[in-house]
């Protein structure tokens, strides 16, 4: 919950409404608070699955019924079973290589569902949650991994950029987007359109990320920065990245910035919908970092035992996000055991499907690669794809391509 020190920035307040500096004891205390995210955490469901009342963003989920809730836990659930499975075939030899996200639902599943259709996001390479949320077919995603594809789906209609795997590249992306939104004059009230991008605690160190602050502030562009803080960009814990708590960084560049508990969905998705607000309504940009945990490795490339202790994952594990919304229906009389086999079973079914596509995945034809690099092909580009088919028939064996 807010600290009697922090004031969060109410609608409508816009950069100004920037916090006081914290004092030298709250700092401090923040960067140790690596369990529970510091005194300044906004939490609307504990991980026990106890829903704590907000002054300020309780209007923000007051749509939120149980109908809803059980939502948005078949919608982690899923996702979860979903990561698991395309885990397991990159260790079947797969997929090339996968990006865990386990832990890390119900900050992509939060912000996800904030997001209106006209609204954009931008990735990074982790965010397979949100693609879900966005409408995309998490099979498109799967040919990433397996190196046959690149986000093939329409990003326009799915308000989901593709990919991106360059770290913090993305952030200058969005910021330009957001800044084009501000300049064809679609902001300014509630039909208004915003932009979102995500990022992990590593990216705050690339200059990228530190670009599209600058761009956005100075622009007061539409456009909130997500960064999902998992606590370890690959093997660096991040009081090693930065001597502040992440969100605190934002006002440094004059916008504010808010920390939510990452492993409460009610909370990202409250609190996603305010920065949200705030954006559409020409305030401009707008920090969340969501307090959350990689209970997985970076990528399966790594391996997470060389540099964390057990311990540390066996308290996570407590603070789980998907058993505190279980926990929260359960209690309260909102889902029956038959609701929880139910979406377990739609779960398998959906991992089955994923498996069963990626296990037949058909190869692209070498053509593929000059697909939609323009909207219109060229006399270049053809005279290029001709000669690159035309050396593949060189070889033995040609006609099969």
Not at 9 to 29: F, R, S, W
Not at 285 to 306: C, G, N, Q, S
Request: with cysteine; charged share 25%.
């Amino acid at each position: 919950m807010p600290s009697e020190h922090w004031t969060h920035p109410e609608p409508g307040d816009g950069p100004a409404a920037v916090a006081a500096q914290p004092t030298p004891e709250q700092v401090i205390a923040g960067l140790r608070a690596t369990s529970e995210g510091g005194a300044e955490l906004t939490q609307l469901l504990t991980p026990e699955g106890e829903r704590v009342s907000s002054p300020q963003f309780d209007r923000y989920v007051e749509d939120i019924d149980a109908e809803a809730l059980r939502g948005l836990y078949r919608d982690m659930v899923l996702v979860r079973r979903a990561d698991r499975e395309a885990n397991a075939m990159q260790r079947q030899g797969q997929l090339g290589i996968w990006v865990p996200l386990l832990g890390q639902e119900a900050a992509q599943i939060g912000s996800g569902r904030a997001l209106r259709k006209r609204d954009m996001a931008f990735p990074s390479y982790r965010e397979h949650g949100v693609a879900y949320a966005r409408g995309v077919d998490l099979k498109e995603v799967l040919g990433i991994f397996r190196c046959t594809d690149h986000s093939g789906w329409d990003y326009q209609a799915h308000g989901f950029h593709p990919y991106t795997i360059v770290i913090g590249n993305q952030v200058l992306n969005a910021a330009g987007y957001a800044m084009g939104q501000k300049f064809e004059g679609k902001v300014g009230d509630d039909d208004g359109e915003a932009t979102i991008c995500y990022f992990g605690d590593g990216a705050t160190s690339q200059g990228d990320v530190h670009e599209g602050f600058v761009w956005a502030a100075v622009y007061d562009a539409p456009l909130v920065f997500f960064c999902q803080n998992n606590q370890w960009a690959i093997s660096e814990p991040t009081e090693r990245q930065s001597r502040l708590p992440l969100y605190q960084r934002a006002r440094g560049y004059g916008f504010p910035g808010i920390r939510v508990d990452g492993n409460d969905v009610l909370a990202c998705l409250a609190v996603s919908r305010w920065a949200l607000e705030e954006c559409r309504h020409g305030n401009g940009p707008v920090l969340i970092e969501a307090f959350t945990y990689r209970m997985d490795a970076h990528t399966t490339t790594d391996d997470p035992t060389r540099y964390r202790l057990s311990d540390e994952l066996e308290e996570w594990k407590l603070k789980d996000p998907i058993e505190r919304v279980r926990a929260y229906l359960a209690r309260g009389g909102f889902a029956d055991q038959a609701f929880f086999d139910q979406v377990q079973a739609d779960s398998d079914a959906f991992a089955a499907e994923l498996r069963d596509y990626c296990f037949n995945m058909p190869e692209p034809p070498p053509e593929r690669i000059f697909a939609n690099v323009y909207a219109e092909s060229t006399p270049m580009l053809d005279a290029q794809r001709a000669e690159f088919l035309s050396y593949l028939d060189g070889f033995v064996g040609a006609g099969e391509h």
